[in-house]
T-cell receptor, first 116, second 112 residues
């Protein structure tokens, strides 16, 4: 595709339900990032995938959050037993490779999650 | 730990005027990258400009330029000839290897 896509665009759920957010990175990009953007805040790093390496999960706020990346492409962020404080925009970004001089991150449009 | 601080939550500028957005960061590293991203209401983060720390020359991209002061750990963004389409949230970001840290953003309003 032309860019990073995310689905759904918006998700409203009830407290305690599980949700899955999807990210389709740019084809060929080996690095994939998930961020959370709460109202009035910057981007908070959640998790990072690079090729076949073990993901960097250091930003996940609790064990209710998990993510996987199948076949080095599509990624799913899962939030179990959602809480109201999980309400935020979840952004995904992909990059051609890690490190390097011009490895720009390309962002998707995000998923706005609202937990009632 | 590295931090990125944007001290101006909101700013306004008259159309066609020049505005400067501030960013400071804290790091003990000497080799890193700095970025400014724009996030319009569509939520799409767009890279505006980037700077390699080892380069002394300030980066420029058309109407956008930076003032990179490495010793002061300052990385401000100057927007010249402001246009209505420049209205957005602007985020300063620091990158070292695979970790990228964002500031909390500055909301820029363009006054017609």
């Amino acid at each position: 595709g032309a860019g990073v896509s995310q689905s759904p665009s918006n998700k409203v759920t009830e407290k305690g339900k599980d949700v899955e957010l999807r990210c389709d990175p740019i084809s060929g990009h080996t690095a994939l990032y998930w961020y959370r953007q709460s109202l009035g805040q910057g981007l908070e790093f959640l998790i990072y995938f690079q090729g076949n390496s073990a993901p960097d999960k250091s930003g996940l706020p609790s064990d209710r959050f998990s993510a996987e990346r199948t076949g080095g492409s599509v990624s799913t962020l899962t939030i179990q037993r959602t809480q109201q404080e999980d309400s935020a925009v979840y952004l995904c970004a992909s990059s051609p490779a890690s490190g390097g001089a011009y490895n720009e991150q390309f962002f998707g449009p995000g998923t706005r999650l609202t937990v009632l | 730990a590295q931090t990125v601080t944007q001290s101006q939550p909101e700013m306004s500028v008259q159309e066609a005027e020049t505005v400067t957005l501030s960013c400071t960061y804290d790091t003990s590293e000497s080799d890193y990258y700095l970025f400014w991203y724009k996030q319009p209401p569509s939520r799409q983060m767009i890279l505006v400009i980037r700077q390699e720390a080892y380069k002394q020359q300030n980066a420029t991209e058309n109407r956008f330029s930076v003032n990179f002061q490495k010793a002061a750990k300052s990385f401000s963004l100057k927007i010249s000839d402001s246009q209505l389409g420049d209205a957005a949230m602007y985020f300063c970001a620091y990158r070292r290897d695979d970790k990228i840290i964002f500031g909390k953003g500055t909301r820029l309003h363009i006054l017609p």
